[in-house]
């Protein structure tokens, strides 16, 4: 029997698709059904890498734990990953292909249905549900020739579709109502219901707009979910994310964190353990912010394009403020393009990242990198030299580092491999692994590395019990009956 398959599309960008469709997983895994996520095509730089040796989107790896299920590259199989303002890396089935600009990958998109639709069919084979997640907004019009992400896919898998809108950013009705309005039958047709998602207040004050939306759409009201608290103890999903994060403040812990925000960070779901720790002031900097003083320790992290962000940290004065810093005697650490950034120079012979050549490094490590050869994807245990915790995290870079410094290891790895470097007065180190930190134990030493007490928190258990409350959260607030009644 083929597996049922119900598709969540959004009015917009950041709606809450893929929370929803991670409580759903959930929700349906403890009613005792296989289910499986899918997002057909994903544009993030927060990434995972899977069981099955390649990578997809962050957020299609926290919806397969929600659903009890490993990570596979055939839950996203187009993830374009941002590396200038008008090109990405693309990725199929969890390996790169190519970078393409936005024009040319227009033209690209009509001959990636294949495969998303090969990845479809290999997920559901032996499932009962596969939930999927559309990407931006299904009003894009302009955008529907070609279309693997929204509506084009749901008509090549006869998916039915439930519209999510976002009632926080204001205009619910009209963004509803509007994408109705805008699509053409045939896509209109495949929409069954609506959900109006992150309602603060009282749900009764929206009663009349659920009628309204109804009525005006002819589609089925499936629920009015309240904002959950709780759904930011997740993995955060994408920029927007981390924006709203900086927004917030800082908490007032006594350990200081400085962060500097630069345009291409990737992986930066690296940083919710550290904020999850009250002892942790994480202080995440826009450009024209200096580094704080006293601060505890500067945290250099992932980068889809190191070079670019080396020279948007010298363009800020970062520079200059991590000198003074490690003057100070401050410590600093790098995570993968933040630890190639610390070297004495960064090459390009092949021009992966823009036009050939080398740059100066920060100075801060004796190593060098080389960008080339193939990307290393894969997942890693080990232990940190440094006392011994034991950690689990993964592997996602393109280069090689080595220098006087690689002599003393950040990490010593299940397999045999030395990982990272640290400098003779051990207060500069880096490394390539990143989900350091989401280990309690190596995210304890960190801590006391710079002055703190050991962790307090336990990590991996905090995000199983937000899964947990947002798969509650939803049999609440959602007709789960009329949900799976669509499914088809």
């Known amino acids: 029997m083929a597996a049922r398959v119900l598709m969540l599309q959004g009015t917009g960008s950041s709606v809450g698709k893929s929370l929803l469709v991670a409580g759903l997983a959930r929700a ?5 059904l296989l289910v499986a996520p899918f997002k057909p095509q994903n544009m993030s730089n927060n ?15 926290v919806q397969a734990r929600a659903a009890g299920i490993a990570a596979s590259v055939h839950m996203n199989p187009v993830l374009l990953k941002p590396q200038s303002e008008t090109g990405a890396q693309v990725v199929v089935q969890g390996r790169v292909v190519g970078t393409a600009r936005a024009r040319d990958y227009q033209a690209m998109k009509p001959g990636l249905l294949a495969p998303v639709l090969d990845s479809f069919a290999r997920l559901a084979a032996g499932r009962d549900l596969v939930l999927v997640e559309g990407a931006g907004s299904a009003a894009e019009i302009n955008l529907r020739a070609g279309d693997i992400a ?7 898998a006869g998916a039915p579709v439930v519209l999510v809108g976002d009632i926080d950013r204001g205009g619910v009705i009209a963004s509803l109502v509007g994408t109705g309005a805008v699509l053409d039958e045939e896509d209109a047709a495949l929409i069954g219901g609506f959900i109006v998602n992150r309602m603060r207040g009282d749900p009764a004050l929206f009663a009349d707009g659920m009628r309204l939306i109804a009525a005006r759409t002819g589609w089925r009201p499936l629920g009015l979910v309240p904002h959950l608290p709780e759904a930011a103890h997740l993995p955060a999903e994408d920029a927007q994310d981390l924006a709203e994060f900086a927004r917030a403040g800082p908490r007032d812990g006594r350990l200081v964190i400085a962060v500097p925000l630069l345009p291409w ?3 930066f779901d690296d940083l919710d353990p550290l904020r999850a720790e009250p002892q942790v002031t994480l202080r995440l900097l826009d450009p024209g912010t200096p580094l704080p003083a006293p601060c505890d320790l500067v945290l250099l992290p992932g980068s889809k394009a190191t070079m670019a962000d080396l020279a948007a940290l010298r363009a800020a004065g970062w520079d200059i403020d991590l000198a003074a810093h490690r003057r100070r005697g401050g410590r600093v650490l790098g995570v993968c393009g933040g630890y ?3 070297g004495r120079s960064i090459a390009d012979p092949d021009g992966r990242e823009g036009r050939p050549g080398t740059v100066a490094g920060l100075g801060l490590l004796d190593v060098a990198t080389v960008l080339g050869g193939g990307k290393r994807l894969a997942e890693v245990t080990g232990r940190l030299v440094a006392g011994g915790a034991p950690f689990h995290g993964y592997e996602m870079h393109l280069g090689r580092t080595a220098g006087a410094d690689v002599v003393r290891p950040f990490l010593h790895l ?3 491999r030395a990982d990272g470097a640290v400098a003779a007065d051990g207060l500069v180190a880096g490394t390539y692994v990143h989900g350091l930190f989401a280990a309690d134990a190596a ?3 960190l801590l006391r590395w710079i002055g703190g007490e050991g962790g307090a928190v336990a990590y991996e258990a905090r995000v199983e019990a937000a899964l947990d409350a947002l798969a509650a959260h939803l049999e609440t607030h959602l007709d789960m009956a009329a949900l799976l009644a669509l499914a088809r």
């Open 265 to 267: 960070i990737s992986n």
């Open 150 to 156: 929204n509506m084009g896919f749901a008509r090549a």
């Open 47 to 61: 990434a995972a890498v899977t069981a099955d040796g390649g990578e997809i989107g962050r957020a299609q790896a």
């Open 443 to 445: 995210r304890a030493a």
């Open 28 to 32: 349906c895994r403890r009613r005792g």
């Open 414 to 416: 299940a397999d045999g």
């Open 340 to 342: 190639q950034m610390l």
